[in-house]
């Protein structure tokens, strides 16, 4: 076990107090990073209690097998809302590299929003290769571990799990 | 061994990378996937000359990341064997302390592996 069910829904409360505090009165778009960001995006959502929106987008990560043979990554699934003027917050499982993030982030900015944030569950800042984000919200900076449950998976299985676990394989 | 390259995107060098091992080709095609603007192997910090200026050390970083304005260095070797990368990288950091550099180790390497589904087998 590294993070129980407790320990998750406290540090997510938090979290989501913070960004109430930060964007009172402007209804931010959380921006679920599909799929493993999930189960915190339904949580940290629960605990943000002024108006927000929450949407979805996924790409294909390198490797995947949704990838397809492309050379570029692109979006599998695109946000339904126009975000044009509003307040994005990308809501992601972990940042490790930022490779993915940092993608989304410039698409997302080419549509016009008035700000753009993150806020990630895990953090992994010590491989990161592009620094330059606007991490503004982070749960719990992690060791180099593999985790299971709270929206983590090992081949689609364990993200039902309500507390996080290390993986050892 | 001749390794097979794609048409990279965001490759900014001019001559062909002549990657090393398929561990760098790897990486350079995940960095290409993203759009991350790349060089390889496009600067050597000399580490140390003698009294006559003659080169006695130098080191050339594998990746510059030129948007980042960043050095990786990939290393495939097993944790117990990079005392002599890690030095390089600590000289480079002393000698050159505006550069950036980030040395990603086997372990790095693995869990990118893992993550971007590499095949990393040299």
């Known amino acids: 076990m590294y993070l129980t069910a407790a320990e998750l829904s406290h540090r997510v409360r938090e979290m989501g107090a913070e960004i109430a505090h930060d964007y009172a009165g402007r209804e931010p778009v959380l921006v679920c990073s599909l799929k493993a960001s999930v189960v915190f995006t339904a949580d940290l959502s629960r605990a943000i209690p002024i108006l927000h929106a929450i949407d979805f987008v996924e790409l294909a990560g390198y490797g995947s097998a949704r990838m397809g043979g492309h050379q570029q990554i692109r979006v599998l699934k695109d946000l339904d809302l126009d975000v044009r003027g509003r307040d994005i917050v990308i809501v992601e499982d972990v940042i490790d590299t930022g490779l993915t993030l940092n993608y989304l982030v410039r698409t997302l900015e080419l549509r016009g929003p008035a700000s753009v944030a993150a806020a990630t569950l895990l953090d992994r800042p010590y491989r990161r290769l592009v620094d330059d984000l606007p991490v503004r919200y982070v749960g719990f900076t992690v060791p180099d571990e593999l985790y299971v449950g709270y929206g983590f998976d090992i081949d689609e299985r364990y993200r039902e799990l309500p507390d996080l676990r290390l993986l050892n394989l | ?122």
């Open chain 2, 1 to 122: 061994m001749e390794l097979q390259l794609p048409v990279f995107q965001a490759y900014r060098g001019s001559e062909p990378p002549r990657f090393a091992s398929p561990a760098e080709l790897e990486c350079a095609k995940v960095l290409d996937y993203y759009g991350i603007a790349w060089e390889y192997e496009p600067r050597t910090f000399v580490l140390e000359q003698d009294e006559a200026g003659r080169v006695l050390e130098a080191f050339t970083p594998d990746f510059y990341l030129s948007e980042q304005d960043l050095y990786v260095e990939i290393t495939a070797m097993k944790q117990s064997l990079v005392t002599r990368k890690n030095r390089k990288v600590r000289k480079l950091r002393e000698r050159y302390p505006g550069v950036r550099i980030k040395l990603f180790y086997r372990r790095d390497l693995e869990r990118l592996a893992q993550h971007f589904h590499l095949d990393l087998a040299s």
